[in-house]
């Protein structure tokens, strides 16, 4: 196939074998990137469009949104929450290596380390429901009654060697540390205690997007004019994944080993971080010191897919940080939508 190389033309590649050469860009050629009309997007240079692409047979479809405008001052670090948690009825299984028959489950007794919100308070409690023959009540009957009367929006199913702790609210936030299970026979003797292992698999937190997620963002950038230097014409981003995996340096009999840590960001806390959570602070250090910013200058553009209704599946886009590293203030305008 004959290469060409015509200096002269706007668009040129010389093509050796699998690599393909562009020409490096020019200050001083007139060509532009810009929103044109018709809904078209293109390369334009003087009043000649040079490329185009249509926009008009793009359509999403949107059940929320939301449009602000903030100024980044110098060295000044913003989160942007999302519009959607995905709220979810949180679910944690706890699981016996016995299998109790129909009888055992009136001689059974189940304790509970249980945390949980109530009236905006965060709630540490140990709880203790048992079976009564005598009274024809199971396990099952007991401990959904006792979490009832403690006001605590989950439900319980047992099922031969298995508890299942479901929400019964969307977003309901509960958290189920240690369950020990007792048998007993019919003189009240105790035949066995188990300390029960929760199944992670089966966990399903009580909102997908602790950060908060939409479907689309836009943001639209303006640097002051006084800026004479256009190289600086950017910001740092970065979504937060949360929960957030990252590795964690420690030593070791004098050899340093990385430790995995998955946490909870929590976006606009500035307390320690605990085993669960990881703050805000640690959480920019620790993108800043391993390079995970990226960045954006005059145009910021993402959408998704929709997530399914019970949000197994987890498309949106979470919400983020923006960074502003220079000496002079940024206007960000920003649109999102669900």
């Known amino acids: 196939m004959a290469t060409t190389n015509n200096s002269s033309d706007v668009f040129y590649a010389n093509i050796n074998g699998t690599s393909l050469n562009l020409p490096p860009c020019s200050t001083n050629d007139g060509m532009y990137f810009e929103f044109l009309p018709q809904e078209q997007i293109g390369i ?47 679910v944690q299984k706890f699981n016996d290596t016995s299998t109790y028959t129909s009888l055992d ?3 059974l007794k189940l304790d509970l380390s249980i945390n949980y919100y109530s009236n905006f308070r965060y709630i540490s409690k140990a709880i203790t429901a048992s079976g009564n023959y005598s009274q024809n009540i199971t396990i099952e009957n007991a401990l959904n009654t006792t979490l009832s009367n403690n006001n605590i929006k989950i439900t319980a199913t047992f099922d031969v060697s298995s508890f299942t702790f479901t929400g019964t609210a969307l977003g309901y936030e509960y958290n189920i540390s240690t369950a020990i299970l007792t048998l007993y026979d019919s003189s009240n003797a105790v035949v066995a205690v188990h300390n029960l292992t929760e199944d992670v698999s089966a966990y399903i937190p009580s909102s997908r997007y602790p950060a908060g997620a939409m479907k689309g963002v ?23 994944v949360t929960p957030f995996t990252y590795y ?35 959480y920019l250090s620790y993108i800043t010191e391993n390079n995970l910013w990226n960045k954006f200058s005059k145009l910021y553009l993402v959408t998704e897919a929709q997530d399914n209704d019970d949000y197994s599946t987890e498309n949106y886009i979470e919400g983020f940080y923006v960074f502003n590293p220079h000496p002079f203030d940024v206007q960000i305008d920003y649109m999102q939508f669900v």
């Open 218 to 240: 836009l943001i639209k950038a303006l640097y002051p004019t006084s800026n004479s230097d256009v190289t600086q014409d950017w910001l740092y981003i970065n979504h937060v």
């Open 248 to 282: 964690e340096a420690t030593t070791c009999a004098s050899t340093i080993v990385y430790e995995k840590k998955t946490k909870i960001v929590d976006v606009g806390s500035a307390t320690c971080t605990t085993s669960d959570t990881i703050n805000a602070g640690d």
């Open 105 to 107: 489950l009136y001689y």
């Open 44 to 90: 334009t240079k003087g009043p000649d469009t040079l490329i185009s692409m249509a926009f008009s047979d793009i359509a999403i479809p949107v059940t929320n949104y939301n449009m602000q405008t903030k100024v980044l001052e110098p060295q000044e670090v913003i989160f942007i929450p999302g519009l959607s948690k995905g709220l979810t009825y949180e």
